[in-house]
């Protein structure tokens, strides 16, 4: 017996493995060995800082060179002032010393005083040709070796032309100085030697220095005259002091910030 088509028709169907897979085109096969990429920045940073480098260094061999030249033109300009002018230091000389008075007196509570008074003759030369001095008011003191302060004083201000000798006449003198019990002791030694009492004058003061049109700021200076030889007086006639081997020595002043050299 003949059988009837139902009138139905049957696709053929696919390999069956293949329905149950879907494909993924952002999956991708895992590799361990695989080095993940990572954006180089090395080049970049490597030449920003070659470029801040480089700027330091030429700011620093520009600097060093116009050190150099600022030099070198400080250099040319003294050699030329000092052909131009040729400027040197006043020189200062004692002329005479004389002692009036040195008393030490012991009141009765064991204090001791002293009381002195001299008379200083100075000179100061100005051996330049071109050079003015103006000097402020100048401060004497008279000290013992020990650096014990005998007496003081001091000289008006005055102006030093080239080529000029200025005498500086001075009354140095303590009224009443209390003394402690080692700066005694060593005035006694020192009053007790046959040669006279070894001491010493210094000069403080300022001083501009006036060439031509140009002129400097103020510039401190110390003179200080070694050697002197004091006998104490005796009765009232005054002591002359022995200065056949005094000097006297200049020194500049320089004041940085609160130290001076």
């Known amino acids: 017996m003949a059988t009837k088509p139902n009138g139905t028709t049957t696709t053929p169907t696919s390999n069956p493995t293949l329905k149950n897979q879907t494909y993924n085109?952002?999956?991708q096969t895992y590799d361990p060995n695989r080095i993940p990429y990572r954006p180089n920045y090395r080049?970049?940073?490597?030449?920003?800082?070659?470029?801040?480098?480089?700027?330091?260094c030429r700011c620093c061999c520009w600097t060093i060179?116009?050190?150099i030249i600022i030099l070198i033109l400080v250099a040319i300009a003294s050699t030329i002032f000092?052909?131009?002018?040729?400027?040197?230091l006043p020189s200062f000389s004692i002329s005479s010393l004389k002692i009036s008075q040195f008393n030490l007196t012991t009141s009765p509570d064991d204090t001791t005083r002293l009381a002195t008074k001299f008379n200083v003759t100075l000179s100061t030369k100005n051996k330049n040709k071109?050079?003015?001095?103006?000097?402020?008011?100048?401060?004497?003191?008279?000290?013992?070796?020990?650096?014990?302060?005998?007496?003081?004083?001091?000289f008006p201000r005055f102006t030093s032309a080239p080529n000029n000798?200025?005498?500086?006449h001075s009354t140095l003198s303590i009224v009443s100085q209390v003394l402690d019990v080692d700066s005694i002791s060593s005035l006694k030694l020192d009053m007790k030697r046959k040669s006279g009492m070894p001491m010493r004058i210094l000069l403080d003061t300022k001083v501009v220095v006036k060439m031509d049109k140009l002129k400097t700021n103020k510039v401190g200076i110390r003179v200080t005259c070694d050697g002197i030889n004091g006998p104490i007086p005796k009765g009232?006639?005054?002591?002359?002091?022995?200065?056949?081997?005094?000097?006297?020595?200049?020194d500049l002043r320089i004041k940085i910030l609160r130290w001076t050299f």
């Open 65 to 67: 060179l116009m050190i």
């Open 43 to 56: 080049h970049k940073r490597r030449g920003r800082g070659c470029n801040c480098r480089r700027c330091f």
């Open 25 to 27: 085109p952002k999956s």
């Open 82 to 88: 000092y052909f131009l002018y040729r400027p040197q």
């Open 130 to 154: 071109k050079v003015v001095y103006i000097y402020d008011p100048i401060a004497l003191k008279a000290e013992s070796t020990n650096q014990i302060e005998l007496a003081n004083g001091d």
């Open 236 to 250: 009232k006639n005054p002591s002359v002091a022995s200065i056949t081997t005094a000097k006297c020595k200049v």
């Open 165 to 168: 000798v200025t005498i500086i």
